[in-house]
């Protein structure tokens, strides 16, 4: 764990920003013993995924998740619809993945058929309830839906989302263009997972794959950041910035102590989050401590450093914003900037979508992030020229929702790229 920050403050200034790096690295997850796994996988039986081949696409995907299962894995399967409803296995306990189980949850997914509504919490929570049953397990879901959740109520959804946080993780896909983003992303970030959207349900059953593959490698089921702040001192936020821009929960642990669930980590991952602290001003050359950060598995305590504040007459010093704050600032500005403009839109709000997505447009070019530029362009046109921008007439529905659903994405920046 590394801690990066400017530490120097002006005269009566109380705000400490620090990027906290956190990399896992191939020894962290060889030393970790390997756990038991817990694979769900929710794959939407609605009417609405009658249309096409969508399906048809759902089946292939889930069949090509339970492919890369590692054999031992404990599996199953949930049909959702208005109900959720356990298809593989049909009765008694769950199975762990081999060449049999495989075979008889194809058997299973072959018979399913859509018909009903939707009703994404009570999919959750049928999950919930099966990892409950398996404690220690490394749980984890894979939910794909299609369309709207309008068979439950948005507040029957976040009671089921945080009823199942720190139970496990959900990563969330949205096929076609008729769903809600904001709903997957709630479920999604809440249960520290990952979402996107794809257009084709042709695209599905690799997307399945890699999402299973990531977990396979997943080899500790959950780290904690630990983050305890001396008298006087206040967290105001912790967000994960990348690679994907999410706010975090907290969790009071007594001592003047939070804990942020980080969910699940494998040898490879390498994330950064942005943690700001209020402070009692001090005295110009006066330093103090603004926080301790830990990070925690289990009892164990893997990393820890320190957040500290140094007052100074100084305007060189007390001026110079730290790159990577600034970098992730902006990244969470640009995402918010893209949500706004396309509320309004939405509402028919033209002239804000219009200022807002300009915004957005001179964000991301500023920041490097290629790709939320790419996905603009989708729904404005750009003067390259004048830097005018103005909404594209005809706007495919799915380049909206992919810009969206990938509006969280940030562009990563090293310290080695410190100016």
């Known amino acids: 764990m590394t801690i990066d920050q400017n530490s120097y403050l002006a005269a009566g200034a109380d705000t400490v920003d620090a990027i906290v790096t956190i990399e896992a690295g191939a020894d962290f997850a060889a030393a970790a013993p390997p756990p038991q796994r817990l694979e769900i996988i929710i794959i939407d039986c609605s009417g609405s995924m009658g249309a096409g081949d969508r399906f048809q696409g759902a089946r292939r995907a889930?069949?090509?998740?339970?492919?890369?299962?590692?054999?031992?894995?404990?599996?199953?399967?949930?049909?959702?619809?208005?109900?959720?409803?356990?298809?593989?296995?049909?009765?008694?306990?769950?199975?762990?993945?081999?060449?049999?189980t495989r075979g008889a949850a194809r058997l299973e997914l072959d018979r399913l058929r859509p018909y009903g509504g939707t009703a994404m919490g009570t999919w959750v929570g049928l999950a919930r309830q099966i990892a409950q049953q398996h404690p220690g397990t490394l749980a984890h879901a894979i939910l794909l839906s299609d369309g709207k959740n309008e068979h439950e109520s948005p507040e029957q959804l976040a009671a089921e989302i945080g009823r199942s946080q720190g139970l496990l993780s959900v990563d969330c896909r949205g096929v076609g263009d008729s769903y809600i983003v904001e709903e997957l992303r709630s479920i999604a970030f809440a249960l520290n997972g990952t979402l996107?959207?794809?257009?084709?349900?042709?695209?599905?059953?690799?997307?399945?794959?890699?999402?299973?593959?990531?977990?396979?490698?997943?080899?500790?089921?959950?780290l904690t950041l630990r983050v305890w702040t001396p008298a006087g001192a206040v967290v105001r936020f912790v967000k994960q910035v990348a690679p994907d821009l999410t706010d975090l929960s907290r969790t009071e642990a007594g001592g003047q102590i939070g804990e942020y669930l980080l969910g699940p980590w494998g040898g490879t991952d390498d994330r950064d989050y942005h943690v700001q602290v209020r402070v009692d001003p001090a005295p110009v050359g006066r330093e103090k401590l603004a926080a301790r950060i830990s990070v925690v598995s289990g009892t164990?305590?893997?990393?820890?450093?320190?957040?500290?504040?140094?007052?100074?007459?100084?305007?060189?010093?007390?001026?110079?914003?730290n790159h990577r704050v600034a970098h992730y600032t902006g990244q969470a500005e640009l995402a918010q900037t893209i949500q706004d403009g396309l509320a309004a839109r939405q509402q028919g709000d033209l002239s804000t979508a219009t200022a807002k997505l300009q915004r957005a447009v001179v964000l991301a070019a500023e920041s490097g992030n290629d790709n939320t530029a790419k996905l603009l362009r989708g729904v404005v046109e750009v003067?390259?020229?004048?830097?005018?921008?103005?909404?594209?007439?005809?706007?495919?529905?799915?380049?909206?929702?992919?810009?969206?659903?990938?509006?969280?994405?940030?562009?990563?920046?090293?310290?080695?790229?410190?100016?």
């Open 62 to 100: 889930a069949f090509a998740a339970i492919e890369t299962i590692t054999d031992g894995t404990l599996f199953t399967v949930i049909a959702g619809t208005a109900e959720a409803q356990v298809v593989y296995p049909r009765r008694g306990p769950l199975l762990p993945a081999d060449d049999t």
């Open 196 to 222: 996107d959207v794809l257009r084709q349900p042709a695209e599905l059953a690799a997307e399945f794959a890699a999402m299973m593959q990531a977990s396979m490698n997943k080899a500790v089921s959950d």
């Open 300 to 321: 164990e305590v893997l990393g820890q450093g320190l957040v500290k504040a140094m007052w100074t007459a100084d305007t060189e010093l007390s001026t110079r914003i």
């Open 383 to 419: 003067d390259d020229h004048t830097g005018t921008v103005r909404l594209r007439r005809t706007i495919d529905t799915f380049d909206e929702k992919a810009l969206d659903a990938r509006s969280t994405k940030t562009a990563r920046v090293r310290k080695a790229q410190e100016g």
